[in-house]
């Protein structure tokens, strides 16, 4: 149930409960529910904080292209099988794969943590009309199992219309160590 609503029926409950609606009652540190005739109101506003939502992350969901809006990306598994699969601009790699059931860890969900989603671009084209890597992405692919001059984090990688036709490898082992095994404990 979302907060508003828990919010809503809780105020709900309030006006109709006879022994709450009878005196002055105090709900949370700030927020004072007084009686009227009619209706309970809820004192000091200047002390509520608006609702807000932030945008739920989701891995393995991808936009389906729009008819002839398709992009295509070619992943090659490690049994060499070749899966050509048309996606939509604005996706990422991780989520491509795994929303295609490609075998792509994405430990660390994406955040750029973790060596998992380690793709090697085989064509130096595609790999040239990528924006660089940041810092954080080096740091991780420094860890990657087999890494190459064309490797990249699939979680970073978005797909663009330079994209299109884009061909990437899956590497024979991944490494699951993440930023957290080298923090000092
Ligand atoms: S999923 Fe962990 S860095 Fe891409």
Known sequence: MSTTRIFATSLRSLRTNPILASSHHVISRGHRIINSPRSCAVLSSATLRPFST?????????TPPKPGEELYVTFIDKEDKEHRIAVSAGDNLLDIAQANDLEMEGACGGSCACSTCHVIVLDEEHYDKMPEPEDDENDMLDLAFGL????RLGCQVVMTKELDGLRVKLPSMTRNLQASDFTQK
């Open 148 to 151: 190459t001059e064309t490797s």
């Open 54 to 62: 932030t945008r739920i992350q989701r891995h393995g969901h991808i």
